[in-house]
């Protein structure tokens, strides 16, 4: 520790001229002590002190062991070393000094009373270097090069107080010259004109001290800033002669003062920006060496800007279902979001006054507010803590939410939202959502089915209800731009049959997958709304039906499509032994109660459950499991669902002997469920299992349709509503034998209790 303080003594005491931080009285007594310390020795020397003859004491000498060369140009922070000898005694200490010039370009009084005291044989110095040099070009940018020549002397003393001759050094310290880079207000193109800021504008920088290059950096020391009329050529005028400028610079300000005002001000509080006038302002950043900023450029380090009244800070109010709205200004304009009934919102909301360089302040809210100029409507008082609502439910009604957003110079943004809480009304039976897009083609394979057909077949089995009307009661995607179906058209409707597709392409595909993805709180991106979820709480029947390959299907719920994957742990697709149970609410979890998915086509990593081939894990037909209680109950059922003979016939797509029916997705399947040691969830009910193309495949006999029954008790109080499950196909159904399609819907109708009409539902 004395050697660290020796060094730091020596240091502060080399830079007295330059900080100031020294006071003459520290010298003084300083050389007071060397003169007591001398009158001391000099005491000791008379005769009869010693015993014996007194012998001629030898002046020590003194080596500079290291440090900078002679005339060596090195960076202000230079470490010496040096050591003594004393052939009749032992060295005392030593006496060093620190000057500006080199030995013949220094006043020799300069030196009186700075002479510094240690016992160390070394010692670290910083020096200044605050002489400016010249710029220099590093990787195609300039920076100011700053320099300044010092000498270090030092001096042994041996016991006695003999003094050896002075040893010095001569050399150049330099540095780079820090620089500041602004900041705030943020600005995409500073050299692009003048941005518009308000008459009070905060700014805000940092700053960079490149030591010997651009890469090795440290903090600035001090700032300083200015500001003046702008006009054309005056940051030129800056660069060029900055004595010019030198009584428009404020004090120098410490980089880590109170209060960040090393890092920032604000222009307009005290001092006058006239409206519709441009300015600049310049930050000059100063280094412990000295050296100071000597480039000024709108890129870096100043700022043209024109005071204006600003318009008020952006509001943008969110809720992660909902989406982000942004306000600007009180022209009270609403944005208008529906909700359905019991849906928890969480608005929050930021608010931004850097464009115009002015700082929000505060933010207030309230609901349903009759008079914005009543304190006591609001919820809370303004304060820049007041950044969320707080959750809020309501179930039905239209409310308006209002938050309002303030600046430092009091203007203010309200931001409008008006919150329709959707009604149930379940006053239709039914409703078709077309959500399989295809096209009109030349049919050859059966492959796939063209626009008309699917359209035909779906039509056939609706027009089984009383009262379906084509003209109404049917969403077709492709017709609506492929956009979600409205949430007041989903709750006009007692029952919902709801046909998708896989694709996912937005101008080509299934809006499914957007309805029914689940983004957890806190991933990336916007958290999706599921409307699906509600209208089964509320006591809507759902029949889903559909292509379940690859990402289709109930897997459209997951961010994983690596198969078989427990849905309450592998939503990521990582192990299932539930680190993560964000599966747990999804929709395919949660509400259809299925807890395990796996696919005839897909991604199989976990090759060591068993081998998958399509043409083992393709299915040939699918039989009815009536061993359920749920499924027993159920009259009409029929006993096996076979592929249509049209889609069979020899040379089409699906013809047995080529492959086997792969637009399938299954459900707990045991082989993986007995792996994990899973039982199925108590509201899952198995209706149809798949005789696949090989009895060896791993998903034989596994579910690819069922029934659930988590709102099966839920009655909506709307008249004919009543309680019932709600089923899932895992395939398309266009592809099966129309006697059987035409007994699955009727069984389906008939638990929902829907007035059935005689109907030739297969014209062919």
Not at 27 to 35: D, E, G, M, S
Not at 280 to 294: M, Y
Request: proline share 6%.
């Amino acid at each position: 520790m004395t050697r660290r303080l020796t060094a730091y003594i020596a240091r502060r005491a080399s830079r007295r001229e330059r900080t100031g931080r020294f006071g003459a009285s520290v010298y003084l007594h300083l050389a007071a002590l060397v003169a007591v310390a001398a009158a001391l020795l000099a005491g000791c020397s008379g005769p009869g002190v010693f015993t014996g003859e007194i012998r001629e004491n030898k002046h020590p000498t003194l080596e500079l062991t290291n440090g900078p060369l002679e005339g060596d140009t090195t960076l202000y922070t230079v470490h010496f070393f040096w050591l003594g000898k004393d052939e009749d005694g032992s060295i005392d200490h030593y006496e060093f000094c620190m000057v500006e010039g080199d030995p013949t370009g220094f006043d020799p009084a300069d030196t009186v009373g700075a002479w510094g005291r240690t016992v160390l044989t070394d010692s670290v110095f910083t020096v200044s270097a605050d002489d400016y040099d010249r710029n220099v070009e590093i990787n195609s940018s300039l920076y100011s090069k700053f320099k300044k020549m010092h000498t270090f002397f030092i001096r042994a003393v041996d016991d006695r107080g003999a003094v050896s001759e002075i040893a010095y050094r001569s050399f150049t310290a330099f540095t780079l010259a820090p620089h500041i880079i602004i900041n705030y207000p943020y600005t995409t193109n500073p050299e692009r004109g003048a941005q518009k800021l308000s008459v009070i504008s905060t700014f805000k920088w940092y700053g960079k001290d490149p030591i010997d290059a651009p890469w090795n950096y440290q903090e600035v020391d001090s700032v300083r800033y200015l500001y003046t009329f702008y006009y054309s050529g005056v940051i030129d005028a800056l660069n060029k002669y900055p004595g010019n400028f030198e009584d428009m610079w404020s004090d120098w300000i410490w980089y880590h003062a109170e209060g960040d005002s090393g890092k920032q001000t604000t222009l307009g509080d005290d001092e006058f920006l006239v409206t519709n006038t441009s300015y600049i302002l310049a930050v000059q950043a100063k280094d412990e060496a000295g050296a100071v900023s000597s480039i000024f450029n709108k890129r870096t380090n100043v700022r043209h800007f024109m005071a204006m009244q600003p318009t008020g800070p952006v509001l943008r109010i969110n809720e992660p279902f909902l989406g982000t709205f942004a306000f600007l200004g009180v022209n009270f304009r609403p944005e208008q979001v529906d909700v359905p009934p019991g849906f928890e919102m969480n608005w929050t909301w930021t608010g931004d006054a850097s464009s115009y360089g002015g700082v929000v302040q505060s933010f207030k809210y309230g609901w349903d507010i009759a008079d914005l100029n009543e304190p006591t409507e609001w919820n809370v008082f303004p304060s820049p803590y007041v950044t969320s609502a707080g959750p809020k439910t309501f179930y039905s009604g239209v409310h308006t939410l209002y938050v309002e957003s303030a600046d430092n110079l009091g203007t203010k943004t309200l931001g409008t939202i008006e919150v329709t809480v959707i009604p149930i009304v379940m006053a239709r039976d039914l409703l078709w959502v077309d959500d399989f897009p295809s096209l009109d083609f030349a049919q050859q394979i059966y492959a796939f089915p063209t626009e008309s057909e699917h359209d035909e077949f779906w039509k056939d089995i609706c027009m089984k209800v009383r009262g379906f009307d084509p003209a109404g009661d049917i969403y077709d995607v492709e017709d609506n731009d492929y956009y979600v179906p409205p949430m007041d058209l989903i709750f006009k409707y007692k029952n919902i049959i709801w046909s998708f597709s896989t694709a996912i392409d937005p101008l080509a595909g299934s809006v499914w997958n957007r309805v029914v993805y689940y983004t957890p709180p806190g991933s990336a991106g916007m958290l999706n709304l599921n409307f699906l979820t509600y209208y089964l709480a509320f006591g809507g029947h759902l029949w889903t039906v559909g292509e379940g390959q690859r990402s289709g299907g109930l897997a459209a719920c997951l961010y994983s499509n690596l198969f078989p994957l427990y849905i309450r742990c592998e939503f990521w697709g990582s192990s299932p032994n539930c680190n993560s149970t964000t599966g747990e609410n999804t929709m395919a979890y949660r509400d259809f109660c299925a807890s395990a998915l796996d696919k005839a086509e897909g991604l199989f990593p976990k090759t060591y459950l068993g081998a998958r081939k399509l043409d083992y894990d393709a299915m040939r037909h699918a039989w009815l499991d009536d061993s359920d209680p749920v499924i027993a109950g159920i009259e009409g059922l029929p006993h096996r669902l076979e592929l249509w003979e049209r889609v069979t016939r020899p040379g089409m797509f699906f013809d047995p002997w080529v492959r086997g029916f792969h637009y399938v997705e299954y459900y707990d399947p045991e082989y993986y469920m007995h792996y994990l040691g899973k039982v199925s969830q108590s509201c899952f009910h198995p209706m149809y299992r798949a005789t696949t193309m090989n009895s060896y495949s791993v998903v034989y006999n596994s579910t690819v349709a069922f029934w659930y029954t988590k709102y099966a008790e839920v009655q909506a109080s709307q008249p004919g509503c009543i309680a019932a499950p709600s089923v899932h196909l895992g395939f398309p159904l266009w592809f099966f034998d129309r006697a059987q399609a035409d007994s699955l819907a009727t069984a389906v109708f008939n638990v929902w209790q829907l007035p059935l009409v005689q109907h030739e539902t297969f014209s062919d």
